[in-house]
């Protein structure tokens, strides 16, 4: 196809730092005023289909999930530009075809089929988008209810850490803080302490206060925000408290008593255009944790992602006894058979035949 065929996919970029009501909802109507293949904004129709992909965006989806289901629906939408098909004239077939051309880019900037859980990911994410435009009597189908999904593997594809690794992990970012001294290094060492004892989320970490630390029953804890936007809150141990109350400390030196966002950037020291003070994003943590795993020597530091921290946790407590539903709780998990699958992926490498296999022939092999 030219170039004038294929046209880039919008990307919804939230507001970062303290925002005013309504700037989410700002932003939104921006992002989606750049959909292709939808009708002009009609700023009397309250019911206007762009209107309401502002609010589907809107309602009941963490940051992560609003822009992953907004880059979803502009990748539908393009499709139907390109093909000359009215989004609320498809039907399964389109749904089908589109599907069947489902990539991603590489690393090396080379197209690849996805895999099965983007395919079905693509496909929630527009199943929704229909079913909200049906539940206000917009769309009178929805093309996608009828689609066969690929079925997903329930484990993850990212590593857990051995307790070892993770051990060697927490002890680099302590002692590097202590050489160090920046606000910055003892936002590092909290922010991987919170993640590897709590196993919160990383948009629970991101998007926490630090009015959200409270005190119940004697148990110093943290408020944060859970998948689906329901609030829930974690105690926090004694290695957390030292990593955060030494990180809080060295912040008050710069502005007082710390208020807003719980982990923030610093002062850039030669821009003063970047005055700090803007919470950490996602990017900014994964690329931390993979910096900071290749500095510990940590041999899956070029796999690690926030989610490895949630699977280290799991594994380690299901390994050490706990109760998996008291693992189920702690992460949040709605259903059980996810906090299993951390369990099932464990027990199949400690557990593996492989080994017993080994063993049995090395018996038998000469020096």
């Given at each position: ?205 991101t998007s ?26 974690v105690p926090?141990a004694p ?129």
């Amino acid at each position: 196809m030219s170039g004038e065929l294929i046209r880039p996919v919008p990307r919804l970029v939230e507001p970062t730092g303290p925002t005013q009501p309504g700037a989410l909802r700002a932003v939104l109507v921006q992002a989606v005023e750049c959909l292709p293949a939808l009708p002009p904004v009609d700023p009397n129709d309250r019911y206007g289909i762009r209107a309401l992909t502002v609010l589907w965006l809107e309602a009941d989806k963490t940051e992560h999930t609003r822009r992953a289901y907004f880059a979803d629906l502009a990748a539908w939408l393009e499709w139907c530009r390109r093909t000359g098909l009215d989004p609320l004239q498809a039907r399964r077939a389109d749904v089908d075809a589109w599907k069947a051309t489902i990539t991603v880019t590489g690393k090396d900037g080379v197209p690849k089929k996805a895999s099965s859980s983007t395919v079905a990911r693509r496909l929630a994410a527009i199943s929704s988008w229909y079913q909200y435009l049906e539940d206000n009597d917009v769309a009178d189908r929805n093309p996608v209810s009828a689609v066969k999904r690929p079925k997903v593997d329930r484990q993850s594809p990212f590593p857990a850490l051995a307790e070892a690794e993770t051990a060697a992990l927490l002890d680099h970012m302590t002692r590097r803080a202590q050489r160090i001294g920046s606000e910055a290094a003892y936002r590092d060492a909290a922010l991987v302490s919170l993640m590897f004892h709590t196993g919160l989320r990383v948009s629970g970490v991101t998007s926490a206060r630090v009015e959200d630390l409270a005190v119940d029953r004697g148990h110093r804890i943290l408020w944060y925000t859970k998948k689906g936007q329901t609030r829930d809150f974690v105690p926090l141990a004694p290695p957390v408290l030292a990593a955060l109350d030494a990180y809080l400390a060295v912040r008050a030196t710069r502005e007082g008593t710390p208020a807003g966002p719980l982990l923030v950037t610093t002062p850039h020291p030669r821009d003063p255009s970047k005055a700090g003070g803007r919470p950490l994003t996602q990017r900014d943590v994964w690329l931390a944790l993979r910096r900071y795993a290749k500095q510990a020597g940590l041999a899956a530091a070029d796999s690690i992602t926030p989610h490895t921290s949630r699977r280290t946790v799991a594994t380690t407590l299901l390994a050490n006894g706990v109760p998996i539903e008291k693992v189920q709780d702690l992460l949040s998990h709605n259903d059980i058979r996810i906090t299993r699958g951390y369990d099932a992926a464990r027990h199949k490498l400690d557990s593996s035949p492989v080994y017993t296999l080994a063993s049995v022939l090395s018996r038998h092999q000469r020096d």
